[in-house]
């Protein structure tokens, strides 16, 4: 499963978005170049063979708040 991701952050988060910005502890883990947006309400199955490579990895903190999300938004 992979997520879209925006730089483009609007004013008003939908309740299923996540931010990641700079002051976040691991944001140079996660291999963004600015703050942006994971939305969750915009996730998609891909086969591993298309993926070409990897940007980086989220802390544990905001997989935490993602997980939590996508718990909500499926209710699991």
Same mark, same amino acid.
């Not at 140079?28 to 170049?33: D, H």
């Not at 903190?61 to 708040?65: G, Q, S, T, V, W």
């Given at each position: 499963m992979v997520?879209?991701?925006s730089s483009k952050v609007p004013a008003e988060?939908?309740?299923v978005d996540v931010l990641v910005t700079k002051k976040d502890t691991g944001f =140079? &883990?996660? @291999?963004? =170049?600015v703050d942006s947006l994971i939305k969750?309400? =915009?996730i998609a199955t891909v086969l591993k063979d298309l993926i070409v490579g990897e940007l @980086?990895?989220?802390g544990e903190?905001?997989? &935490?708040?993602v997980n939590r999300k996508?718990? =909500?938004m499926l209710e699991l």
């Open positions: 997520a879209f991701i988060l939908s309740e =140079k &883990r996660s @291999g963004l =170049k969750l309400d =915009k @980086g990895e989220l903190e905001l997989r &935490r708040e996508l718990r =909500k």
